[in-house]
């Protein structure tokens, strides 16, 4: 079984500054997904990322797979109050990709 | 309507009594998952399974069993409550393959008396 670290498990900041969130392990991913929750609900997609190196980008949100897909990484530019939330990081169970594992989650708090 | 619905939305029930929490879909998916989460400590696989014959441990399924009626519905039973098995519960789906989004309930809590 592998398992997902996140950093730092919980963020205060002000509205405008800039943020990054962790996710690592010793293990090798496939694929790594990032997902936000609110409170009140379930998870939500937020990207998944799948190649060594690979970095996307959701309007402010950027993630970025380390080369040897054993890390992720989650920047905000310019955090919001609507940022509020917890940050998921998520990957495959097992070598077989079945089904996915969390890490303990990031939890952002933006105030204005 | 949501696309994964989750029925009870709360529930409080005494210990050594048996629960059923039920999840449905209409996604079609033929993949279904339960989770729980505690506070700091994410969301934990108890059960997940990709078809109505497939059942397949996840991390945390000792005290917890379940059952896959059809297509649609996923429930999860706690044949003897306890109260270290208070928390949230979230049903999810997913399409087949890696890098296929889950799509998650809006949670089930328990609180175990």
């Known amino acids: 079984t592998q398992l997902l670290e996140q950093s730092p498990q919980f963020l205060s900041i002000q509205e405008g500054e800039n943020l990054t969130v962790y996710c690592n392990s010793s293990?090798?991913?496939?694929?790594l997904q990032w997902y936000r929750q609110e409170p009140g609900e379930g998870p939500v997609l937020l990207v998944t990322?799948?190649?060594?190196?690979e970095v996307k980008k959701l309007k402010r949100l950027t993630f970025q797979f380390g080369d040897a897909r054993k890390d992720s990484s989650l920047h905000i530019t310019a955090a919001q109050p609507g940022d509020t939330g917890l940050y998921l990081c998520?990957?495959?169970?097992?070598?077989?990709?079945?089904?996915?594992?969390f890490g303990k989650g990031t939890t952002l708090s933006v105030s204005s | 309507d949501a696309d994964v619905t989750q029925t009870p939305r709360n529930r409080i029930t005494k210990t050594g009594k048996r629960i059923m929490l039920e999840c449905s879909q209409t996604?079609?998916?033929?993949?279904m998952y339960w989770y729980r989460q505690d506070p700091g400590l994410g969301l934990q696989l108890i059960y997940y399974?990709?078809?109505?014959?497939?059942?397949n441990k996840g991390e945390i399924s000792d005290g917890y069993s379940v059952s896959r009626q059809a297509q649609a519905k996923f429930s999860l039973s706690l044949e003897s409550a306890i109260p270290n098995q208070t928390a949230l519960y979230f049903c999810?789906?997913?399409?087949?393959?890696?890098?296929?989004?889950?799509?998650f309930g809006q949670g089930t809590r328990l609180t175990v008396v």
């Open positions: 999810a789906t997913s399409d087949p393959g890696q890098g296929a989004s889950l799509f």
């Open positions: 293990s090798v991913f496939s694929s």
């Open positions: 990322v799948v190649t060594g190196g």
């Open positions: 998520a990957g495959p169970y097992n070598q077989a990709g079945t089904a996915l594992i």
């Open positions: 996604k079609g998916h033929d993949r």
């Open positions: 399974s990709f078809d109505v014959k497939d059942i």
